[in-house]
């Protein structure tokens, strides 16, 4: 199975098992002829990265309490998948571009395709890490 089926097998498992308000709900998916297709719930505000970047025309400003209440909203959701989930769920791609966000500013995690499930009672976990290769220059 090539990495690219295998990210998408993760990411309809993950989102089978975790059912949680701050986790983007996956409303069906498809595969098709060899193209693969996730369906999740629209989310008005796009991603949080959109949000926290200043752009060209001033827009896209969020003041503090709107950045505690998103922080929240996340960390309960990384909370509830790596306590609560009955399969522990290590997401291993937290950043802002997969922090969705509705049209009243509430944060959904969402890209599982990297995610790893863990066994209640495994003690020691071991994973291959990897990192993006920045350019120095």
Known sequence: M???AREFKAEVEALSIAQHKNLVSLQGY??????????YSYMENGSLDYWLHEKADGA????????????????????YMHQVC????????????????????EAY????????LIKLYN?????????????TE
């Open 2 to 4: 090539g990495l690219i």
């Open 60 to 79: 896209a400003r969020l003041d503090w309490p709107t950045r505690l209440k998103i922080a929240q909203g996340a960390s309960c959701g990384l909370a």
């Open 30 to 39: 498809c595969v098709h002829e060899g193209s693969q297709l996730l369906i």
């Open 86 to 105: 009955e399969s522990h769920i290590v997401h291993r791609n937290i950043k802002s571009s997969h922090i969705l966000l509705d049209g009243q500013f």
């Open 109 to 116: 995690l969402a890209d599982f395709g990297l995610s790893r």
């Open 123 to 135: 003690t020691h976990v071991t994973t291959e890490l990897v990192g993006l290769g920045l350019s």
